[in-house]
């Protein structure tokens, strides 16, 4: 079974403005609500796939049932521990650019964390817990850490994707997969990366440092997947962006979902790429009708 964890889930309140005006009075000529938060998006893209998964994390408040009641009426299974503190609200500006402004989110009480912690305990050896997106702040920079070791103790197998000191922690625990896209690897190295070769090099790095797959995403690029069989490059198919938001965690859906279901490295690839794609070119995430028409379209190459 896989388990995604969404400690700060959010309300994605995606707002359109012609022509924004800071200082001024601007009118939305579109606007949506979605249900956001890293892990909760890859679950509902692997519902999408059809592969059998559970969200988890925190909710509360009215934003919290709004998620809840989302993922109810589309079929997407959750168990999330209830907190007092409404779920945060992450607006997502659309004018000409995609600017974003997420929340911090409510405050986790000692107890609240100890009801997840209690949840995953609960899980069983060849589980697999993907743990996506930003700590409360109330939870402490180490909150991963401490769920790494819980999945560790279960002998369930992680993917983190996250940024800075959290990741670089949970590779010594070997994550099934981390997927930084190429900008995130520049700064976790703290260089400027500007060619696929040095992508590889410092892709590379993090397998070196305990990864057992690197996916580098890069937008309308593709990805790189570097493994201990290979570097491979895929491209990503030509398309019309209506919002990316979400591209990435997308990307782990068809990845992570498709290499338990089927354990073809390869196959995980081309199906990552295409789910990443697919909800680049929607104005939701990516259905599961448009990921199977996009994958034929994936190249890959071994490099
Ligand atoms: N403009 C685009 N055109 C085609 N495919 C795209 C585009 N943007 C994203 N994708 C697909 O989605 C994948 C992940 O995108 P990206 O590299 O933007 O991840 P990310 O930075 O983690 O995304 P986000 O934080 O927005 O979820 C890409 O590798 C690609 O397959
Ligand atoms: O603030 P975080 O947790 O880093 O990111 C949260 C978020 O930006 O990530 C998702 C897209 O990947 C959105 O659904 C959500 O709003």
Known sequence: ????VTLNPSIDYIVEVE?????????MSRDLKLPGGKGINVSRVLNQLKVDNTATGFLGGFTG???EDWLREEGTSSDFVPVSG?????IKLKSGEETEINGTGPEITAAEA???????RNLQAGDIVIMSGSIPPSLGGDFYNRLIAVCKQQGAQFVIDTTGQALQQALEHSPLLVKPNHHELAELFGVTISTREEIIIYGRKLLEAGAQH???SMAGEGALLITEQGVYAASAPAGQVRNS???GDSMIAGFVGTLSCEGDVLEAFRTGVASGSATAFSDDLADGGFISRLRPQIQITQL
Not at 19 to 27: A, I, P, T
Not at 114 to 120: R, Y
Request: proline share 0%.
């Open 86 to 90: 409404d779920t945060r609200i992450n």
């Open 1 to 4: 079974m896989i388990y995604t």
């Open 214 to 216: 690197v996916l580098v």
């Open 65 to 67: 049932r709004f998620i």
């Open 245 to 247: 938001v979400g591209a």
């Open 19 to 27: 022509d924004m005006k800071l200082g001024s009075l601007n009118r």
């Open 114 to 120: 100890e009801a997840l912690m209690n949840k995953l």
